[in-house]
């Protein structure tokens, strides 16, 4: 499977950004999709998460601002970002976990940037 982001972009703090994740290529066995994000200088770091089942889990800190969705049909992941504060400001990356051929494969997309300004 290959992962297309997008969605990032320059925004206000309290302001509001949709990313998308869509995957093309092979999608038999994808389960679960994440975000994740990096800010400069930082690791990479755990957003949210959703299974093929839409059952979801989320960073401490995003709870109750970011919501992450899925749609299999169209075979792409939203990270629906309320709120947003300066340190939310990263690069943003979508994972896919898939179960192929008798072994799982990850699979991590190019990135998107979210910038918030103060």
């Known amino acids: 499977v290959q992962l297309q982001a997008s969605g990032g972009g320059l925004v206000l703090a309290g302001g509001s950004l949709r990313l998308s994740c869509t995957t093309s290529g092979t999608n038999a066995g994808v389960n679960l999709m994440s975000w994740y994000r990096q800010a400069p200088g930082t690791q990479r770091e755990f957003i949210a998460s959703i299974t093929k089942n839409h059952r979801t889990n989320y960073r401490d800190s995003v709870k109750g601002r970011f919501a992450i969705s899925r749609d299999n049909a169209q075979n792409t992941v939203y990270l629906e970002m309320n709120s947003l504060k300066p340190e939310d400001t990263a690069v943003y990356y979508c994972?896919?976990?898939?179960?192929?051929?008798?072994?799982?494969?990850?699979?991590w997309g190019q990135g998107t940037q979210v910038t918030v300004s103060s």
């Open positions: 994972n896919a976990d898939q179960f192929l051929s008798g072994r799982w494969y990850e699979t």
